[in-house]
């Protein structure tokens, strides 16, 4: 069974920059797709990018220019992924989760991590 442990989140000033890591164990030995959705209290959750098991990385429109997504590509943590924030804004305030699954089907999701933006 698939286990998506996150971290990273925490609370920073409008304009700083945040790195969020996912870690995935207990699968199959493949490479999983991967991806980060958040979502703020009364709406639904949003993809914020993606990265495929061959590195293809798509991104919303918000997220474009402002996040990175990356695979970490050591060899024993390639179901790690790298989530990189910067610029933020107040609105990219949200509970982040991590997200994984095989055929860019996501069925497995982490618990969360709070991403607050505030002065």
């Known amino acids: 069974q698939v286990h998506l442990v996150e971290s990273g989140g925490g609370l920073v000033q409008p304009g700083g920059s945040l790195t969020l890591s996912c870690a995935l164990s207990?699968?199959?030995?493949?490479?999983?797709?991967m991806g980060w959705y958040r979502q703020v209290p009364g709406k639904q959750r949003e993809l914020v990018a993606a990265?495929?098991?061959?590195?293809?990385?798509?991104?919303?429109d918000f997220a474009q220019g402002r996040f990175t997504l990356s695979r970490d590509n050591r060899d024993n943590a390639k179901n790690t992924v790298n989530l990189q924030m910067n610029s933020l804004k107040p609105e990219d305030t949200a509970v982040y989760y991590c997200?994984?699954?095989?055929?860019?089907?996501?069925?497995?999701w982490g618990q969360g991590t709070q991403v607050t933006v505030s002065s």
């Open positions: 997200a994984s699954g095989l055929g860019s089907v996501f069925n497995s």
């Open positions: 207990g699968g199959l030995d493949m490479i999983y797709d």
């Open positions: 990265i495929s098991s061959n590195g293809m990385t798509q991104y919303r």
